[in-house]
């Protein structure tokens, strides 16, 4: 499903090759984001439809609005977080113009928006993801989200199956460290 | 085996990549060691966040289409000439098969032609829909979350091309906290124009268009 991973690129810089029309920097942002899109419009819609057309909405919208993204103003991921929940507001009224199919259910949670409850979500782990050193980001997207093991991600990726296996414990480390406490993560990255 | 190999076994042990061998060793070492225990409970915890985020992704297909669609889309800080040729065909195709064309196109969309919000973190919108009667396009608009106007301002929708060419379908004030609905009339000509605007406009009594758009909406995207 993804390709491979973008390096030493962080949301802001992806942002603005964006803005210039590099579509491989969209890409690697649906590889970063989409997850916790579609997670956002599963919870708020609660329909895996309406969740893929909330996925295919918000990234469009960074692709046509990503020249007017102001790092000075919002973070990526608040920025994204805005647009998704704006589009599944709209994409709920939407559905309120015509009847429900079956399965569909109306918007949860609209009046509040769709802040997490609390605690550690989707969005929070992205953004993790984000923060830590690419090396350690590959094994954990390899691993969780494209299901290979240890020995096919060092044969896909060319590192040396001992280091594939250190790091991957590593990584863990690493990402909880980011979850944790962020601003050190960010500090350490600069 | 050193303590510090136990520990860099720990993310594996949870990906159930050890052998057997190695997995005893660990679960003796475990049940001895609670600097071990602790990495491992927090390594669990990463581990589960990071499971519960894989299993919620999107079908893989997904990415293909959305990077497909934006290929066709060029991003609105690097448009150029390309906007003179879509339009150009949206216009020979209304040449050939006629007016009605696009419009034809409008009617079979059942939830009718969604209005977006200029600026992407507005909560705004809208959606279009109408039919041609007797010469006239009569159309409901139905919008929500406009920005608050002031006194003397109201609301314009227009039918517009690329060339600046636009028709307009009339005026009205919307309050932001709700939605409403006004109905509209415009030519029946306006559905050969491929975008829609809705644009706020100041009381100087100028009838061209300010340019301000709060809502655009394309009839090339349905």
């Known amino acids: 499903m993804f390709g491979p991973v973008v390096r030493a690129v962080e949301d802001e810089e992806l942002i603005r090759r964006v803005a210039e029309g590099d579509d491989q920097a969209l890409s690697e942002l649906y590889n970063r984001y989409s997850r916790p899109v579609y997670a956002t419009g599963i919870r708020l819609l609660g329909d895996a439809h309406l969740a893929e057309e909330l996925v295919q909405d918000a990234f469009m919208s960074i692709w046509r609005a990503a020249g007017s993204f102001d790092p000075g103003r919002a973070s990526f991921t608040t920025w994204l977080y805005r647009i998704t929940r704006n589009r599944a507001v709209d994409l709920n009224r939407r559905r309120q113009v015509r009847p429900f199919s079956a399965g569909e259910e109306p918007l949860r949670n609209v009046s509040g928006g769709p802040e997490p409850e609390g605690g550690v979500d989707g969005w929070d782990v992205a953004r993790a993801l984000s923060r830590i050193p690419d090396e350690h980001r590959e094994v954990l997207t390899l691993a969780y989200f494209e299901g290979l093991s240890q020995r096919e991600i060092s044969r896909r990726t060319g590192v040396p199956l001992g280091t594939v296996k250190s790091r991957t414990t590593a990584a863990l480390k690493r990402l909880h460290r980011s979850l944790v406490n962020p601003a050190a993560e960010e500090s350490r990255h600069d | ?222």
């Open chain 2, 1 to 222: 085996m050193t303590e510090d190999r136990f520990e860099k076994l720990l993310g594996l042990y949870l990906l159930e990549e050890l052998s057997v061998e190695e997995e005893r060793e660990l679960e003796v070492h475990l049940e001895e060691c609670s600097r071990c225990r602790g990495e491992l409970a927090r390594a669990r915890q990463t581990h589960d966040l990071l499971r519960e985020l894989a299993a919620s992704g999107p079908p893989p297909e997904l990415k293909d289409r959305v990077l497909a669609r934006a290929r066709g889309e060029i991003p609105a800080r690097s448009r150029g000439g390309w906007r003179f040729w879509v339009p150009a065909a949206a216009l020979l195709i209304i040449a050939v098969f006629g007016a009605g064309f696009l419009w034809m196109i409008t009617k079979d969309s059942p939830e009718g032609i969604p209005l977006a919000a200029t600026a992407p973190t507005s909560e705004g919108g809208g959606e279009l829909s109408g039919e041609v009667q007797e010469g006239n396009l009569q159309i409901e608009l139905v919008v929500w979350g406009l920005p608050e106007l002031r006194k003397g301002e109201y609301y314009e929708l227009w039918y517009s091309k690329e060339d600046g060419g636009r028709i307009s379908c009339g005026t009205f004030r919307a309050r932001p906290e709700s939605q409403t609905t006004v109905n509209l009339t415009a030519p029946a000509s306006a559905v050969s124009y491929p975008e829609i605007e809705v644009t706020r406009e100041p009381d100087n009594g100028d009838p061209g268009s300010s340019g301000e758009k709060v809502l655009v909406g394309d009839l090339r995207n349905l």
